[in-house]
């Protein structure tokens, strides 16, 4: 089966088509395009995204976004009814005004052309883009459950436990910020632009030696710790809206002692990767260990973070080296229609199609 798939919960506008294979217990997954369309140029001079300008540039991005996809997969319009067998379109959760114009433009297609379409849940499309793999044909990724999966990226941190691919249940999440949103406000305290994930990494890499680092810096840099908030806490929520606050007071009092130079932003960016990463992986490790979990996943834009992935992999080897860990390609954890193809073939599977006159968005859609 053949699924077209569209994504525009935020600002990436996407449009793949996957080629799924199998039942429940074998999927299998050949990407045969996936085009995206980022905004984040657009974006960055207003420090994050807004959502009407978000919406305008997705009318303009979709048609353009669709026929390269298209294009790419070798599928024109005179094949198109006898190519592709489902729509899938991201409904929920994300931005509504974004949400609009992908869901418009699949219940359009859909009922133009006749063809089946179904509703896709975003934030299930990151748990299932492990089961994705950009070079390898009829991909199939045998999960060994019950599993803990990850999901942390600019608007969502969340921890999740599967019992299998369907049964999904929520046991923990951000009580303020997400974990990629505190990247960005971090980074906005430290004039350092947007998006903050991918520029605080890259300063904190400067710093390779902690040791050698701390000689050079000033005593009162050397005692920089910044809170690791609910890291010993009882149940699997995160919180990092004080570690936020914590950077702007400390910012504050590095430059009423005149000691705010770039050498300290690194130490700054440094430590908030670290306290992140820190965070995420002691409440991931501790669910796994009480759920007695086979495998650990982790998805979501902030999972592309090359030492999150480094220190949970560590973490888990030291734990316990017999579970399993997957995380996505890099490409494939952020906003992308390839995962939302995979999350729409599994609910065609167990639950059906939609009706494409009464399918609604839902900003606010939640996995229970």
Same mark, same amino acid.
């Given at each position: 089966?053949?699924? $077209?798939?569209?994504?525009?919960?935020?600002?990436?506008?996407? /449009?793949?088509?996957?080629?799924?294979?199998?039942?429940?217990?074998?999927?299998?997954?050949?990407?045969?395009?996936?085009?995206?369309?980022?905004?984040?140029?657009?974006?960055?001079?207003?420090?994050?995204?807004?959502?009407?300008?978000?919406?305008?540039?997705?009318?303009?991005?979709?048609?353009?976004?669709?026929?390269?996809?298209?294009?790419?997969?070798?599928?024109?319009?005179?094949?198109?009814?006898?190519?592709?067998?489902?729509?899938?379109?991201?409904?929920?959760?994300?931005?509504?005004?974004?949400?609009?114009?992908?869901?418009?433009?699949?219940?359009?297609?859909?009922?133009?052309?006749?063809?089946?379409?179904?509703?896709?849940?975003?934030?299930?499309?990151?748990?299932?883009?492990?089961?994705?793999?950009?070079?390898?044909?009829?991909?199939?990724?045998?999960?060994?459950?019950?599993?803990?999966?990850?999901?942390?990226?600019?608007?969502?941190?969340?921890?999740?436990?599967?019992?299998?691919?369907?049964?999904?249940?929520?046991?923990?999440?951000?009580?303020?910020?997400?974990?990629?949103? +505190?990247?960005?406000?971090?980074?906005?305290?430290?004039?350092?632009?947007?998006?903050?994930?991918?520029?605080?990494?890259?300063?904190?890499?400067?710093?390779?030696?902690?040791?050698?680092?701390?000689?050079?810096?000033?005593?009162?840099?050397?005692?920089?710790? $910044?809170?690791?908030? $609910?890291?010993?806490?009882?149940?699997?929520?995160?919180?990092?809206?004080?570690?936020?606050?914590?950077?702007?007071?400390?910012?504050?009092?590095?430059?009423?002692?005149?000691?705010?130079?770039?050498?300290?932003?690194?130490?700054?960016?440094?430590?908030?990767?670290?306290?992140? +990463?820190?965070?995420?992986?002691?409440?991931?490790?501790?669910?796994?260990?009480?759920?007695?979990?086979?495998?650990?996943?982790?998805?979501?834009? /902030?999972?592309?973070?090359?030492?999150?992935?480094?220190? $949970?992999?560590?973490?888990?080897?030291?734990?316990?080296?017999?579970?399993?860990?997957?995380?996505?390609?890099?490409?494939?954890?952020?906003?992308?229609?390839?995962?939302?193809?995979?999350?729409?073939?599994?609910?065609?599977?167990?639950?059906?199609?939609?009706?494409?006159?009464?399918?609604?968005?839902?900003?606010?859609?939640?996995?229970?």
């Amino acid at each position: 089966m053949k699924v $077209l798939a569209i994504e525009t919960s935020c600002d990436d506008t996407s /449009v793949a088509i996957v080629d799924c294979l199998g039942d429940i217990k074998h999927l299998q997954f050949t990407i045969l395009s996936n085009i995206v369309s980022s905004q984040t140029k657009i974006h960055k001079r207003y420090g994050g995204v807004v959502p009407n300008l978000a919406a305008r540039e997705h009318t303009k991005n979709m048609l353009p976004v669709f026929e390269l996809a298209l294009k790419q997969a070798k599928v024109n319009y005179k094949n198109f009814l006898q190519t592709i067998d489902l729509i899938a379109v991201t409904i929920g959760p994300g931005l509504a005004p974004s949400l609009l114009i992908g869901s418009n433009f699949a219940q359009d297609l859909s009922w133009a052309l006749n063809k089946p379409i179904v509703g896709v849940n975003h934030l299930q499309g990151h748990i299932y883009s492990n089961l994705l793999n950009l070079s390898h044909p009829y991909f199939h990724l045998d999960i060994k459950f019950p599993a803990v999966v990850l999901l942390v990226s600019g608007g969502h941190t969340q921890l999740y436990l599967l019992q299998n691919l369907t049964k999904i249940k929520l046991v923990g999440e951000t009580r303020d910020d997400a974990a990629g949103e +505190c990247f960005d406000k971090i980074a906005k305290l430290l004039n350092l632009g947007y998006p903050g994930g991918p520029i605080i990494a890259k300063m904190a890499t400067k710093i390779k030696d902690q040791k050698t680092e701390n000689k050079i810096l000033s005593k009162f840099t050397n005692k920089i710790k $910044l809170p690791r908030p $609910l890291i010993n806490s009882d149940d699997y929520d995160f919180s990092f809206a004080g570690l936020k606050t914590a950077v702007l007071y400390l910012v504050a009092k590095l430059k009423k002692n005149k000691q705010y130079n770039n050498k300290i932003k690194q130490q700054i960016c440094f430590e908030s990767q670290n306290v992140i +990463c820190e965070c995420l992986i002691s409440k991931i490790i501790k669910l796994a260990k009480e759920t007695k979990a086979k495998t650990i996943m982790i998805s979501g834009g /902030v999972s592309a973070n090359q030492e999150l992935r480094r220190q $949970l992999q560590e973490a888990i080897i030291k734990q316990n080296p017999k579970v399993d860990f997957y995380c996505p390609e890099f490409v494939l954890s952020t906003d992308n229609a390839a995962m939302v193809a995979t999350a729409g073939y599994i609910q065609y599977l167990t639950k059906g199609t939609d009706d494409p006159k009464e399918m609604d968005i839902n900003p606010n859609w939640r996995i229970s």
